[in-house]
């Protein structure tokens, strides 16, 4: 059979309707992890002030979910190579559901941290599958740039109903109920899944090598926790042998990779300048953003009064950008070009980022909409395209690894995004001046977070109560302005570096591997 013949065989397959219907099913994998990332930011002030943590365990709920699912998706990846992808979702699918309840019920600050690192195993088995069968779904590079479209529109849809929804659940029960919201969604994906997706592996995969396993777990969360760890207390002996650990974990295990006959990730994917080009930008957009997406919740609520409900429907913007990008992404990418789209998606994410270094308590809601639409298209154009690389820059049998590196990075950067702008963020608020007279385990209370103080003040007069919340939120809009300040020359320094490593990078190379 000729290269022709098998493209018109795969043309014609993609258009059978039930592969367009497995889409649907594998779109509603995306909505889970994406709702259940976004509730976590609405739901902060209410779960400080139930469970009462520290800034430090308030930034460790936010971000452990990442370190975990960073840590383990390159293995997960590989194992969905090896004992199907199909049969991974729906077992991670299940798992996901189950840990959902756990969160919903923890009642001290280190069982949710617990629980949000089992929901990150889970998340680690759901979110390289979906890509990985868009690739072995979809061969013709138009309907796979359209299916990739609709699964990053989906994954931004589910960002904007996770705060809509969560709000609703938020003003009408306790906070704990917007984890319990996966639990339909995962029943619906398990029942349809299993008669519609159909299942797709390596045919040749070699064993699941668990000591490269345990490599990559120990490597990726010793070096993030060291990261985190220095931004937010500095430089200790603790840090710096966690970070060397790390190191040399990550060192073995890439030594390990090189010389396995079967390696858990085939280093010679990195090779490919579109690859590495197209996970590099990815990383550094999500760092420069997470930060303020974490905090951006925390400011329309607690700085500008908004309830939930609302707060959801502000960030509605960024949705709706990034949903229409996605969809026009591939047709923008050739009809212009992969680099140019994506670089002026990241130069426009990085331009709005500096716009909310003039945000006041006072901002008007058109600034604010506005910034986060051009945020929404901006990612929405950029992250389109690059998913679209990554997975065409591989041979179909190695797409589980291949998405597992791109959800990598996502994951790394959304971490390290927090951790980092995040610490920036704590940094600025705890340094605010404590207006005279207020009890010092108040004000003690009252630096730990904005969400702390808003709970510690219910005490005191109501003159004093309002001169210390308002000096708590001039400080928290300070730290947000430099923390996006600084995501904002994140921003612009990678739409630069993505213009020179995606030259002449084009949708269509590399698609058919037959």
């Known amino acids: 059979m000729t290269i022709i013949d098998q493209h018109q065989d795969t043309a014609e397959a993609v258009r059978r309707p039930g592969r367009w219907i497995a889409l649907a099913v594998l779109v509603l994998a995306v909505l889970l992890v994406a709702v259940d990332a976004t509730v976590l930011g609405l739901a902060t002030p209410f779960l400080s002030e ?18 975990v699912i960073a840590g383990l998706l390159v293995s997960m990846g590989s194992l969905g190579d090896r004992i199907g992808r199909k049969k991974l979702l729906l077992i991670g699918a299940v798992a996901f559901g189950a840990v959902s309840v756990l969160n919903a019920y923890a009642h001290t600050p280190e069982m949710m941290i617990l629980a949000r690192a089992l929901l990150g195993v889970a998340g680690a088995t759901l979110m390289p599958s979906t890509l990985a069968l868009i690739r072995n779904l979809f061969h013709d590079p138009r309907e796979r740039s359209l299916a990739i479209g609709i699964w990053g529109a989906m994954a931004s849809a589910g960002a904007a109903v996770g705060p809509v929804v969560g709000g609703f659940l938020l003003e009408h029960f306790w906070w704990g109920s917007v984890f319990l919201i996966n639990l339909p969604v995962m029943a619906v994906l398990v029942v349809v899944g299993i008669k519609l997706i159909p299942e797709s592996k390596n045919p040749a995969p070699g064993p699941w090598d668990l000591m490269s396993v345990a490599l990559s777990l120990i490597g990726m969360i010793g070096v993030v926790y060291a990261i985190k760890e220095v931004a937010a207390h500095g430089a200790s002996w603790e840090v710096a042998a966690a970070a060397v650990i790390g190191v040399a974990a990550l060192t073995w295990f890439i030594r390990r990779q090189l010389k396995l006959p079967a390696p858990l990730l085939d280093m010679r994917l990195f ?44 960030e509605l913007p960024a949705a709706v950008g990034a949903v229409t990008a996605g969809l026009l992404a591939g047709f923008a990418a050739r009809r212009f070009s992969v680099r140019s ?4 998606g990241l130069a426009a994410v990085g331009l709005a980022l500096a716009c909310v270094t003039l945000l006041s308590k006072d901002t008007g809601y058109p600034m604010l909409g506005g910034m ?21 820059s591989v041979p179909k049998e190695q797409a589980g690894s291949a998405s597992a590196v791109s959800e990598t990075a996502y994951e790394l950067g959304a971490a390290l995004g927090i951790a980092l702008l995040g610490s920036i963020v704590t940094g600025v608020y705890q340094d605010f001046v404590t207006p005279p007279g207020v009890p010092s385990d108040t004000a003690a209370a009252a630096h730990e977070s904005l969400g702390g103080a808003v709970e510690a003040v219910g005490d005191l007069p109501a003159g004093q109560a309002e001169s210390l ?39 269509e190379e590399g698609v ?3």
């Open 50 to 67: 139930d469970l009462e943590p520290t800034g430090t365990q308030l930034l460790w709920i936010g971000d452990v979910y990442s370190f």
């Open 271 to 314: 090779h490919h300048r579109g690859f590495s080009g197209a996970v590099l930008a990815d990383l550094l957009t999500i760092l420069g953003l997470s930060g303020l997406v974490f905090f951006l919740s925390q400011f329309l609520q607690l700085v500008q009064g908004r309830g939930p409900l609302e707060a959801g429907l502000a």
């Open 341 to 344: 789209v994506v670089s002026g």
């Open 372 to 392: 986060l639409l051009v945020v929404g298209v901006g990612a929405g154009f950029a992250f389109t395209v690059t998913a679209d690389v990554i997975l065409s």
């Open 469 to 507: 919340i308002s000096v708590a939120q001039e400080s928290f809009v300070d730290g947000l302005q430099l923390a996006a300040g600084v995501g904002a020359a994140v921003l612009l320094a990678t739409a630069v570096a993505a213009w020179f490593l995606l030259r002449g990078q084009k949708l």
């Open 512 to 514: 058919e591997h037959p």
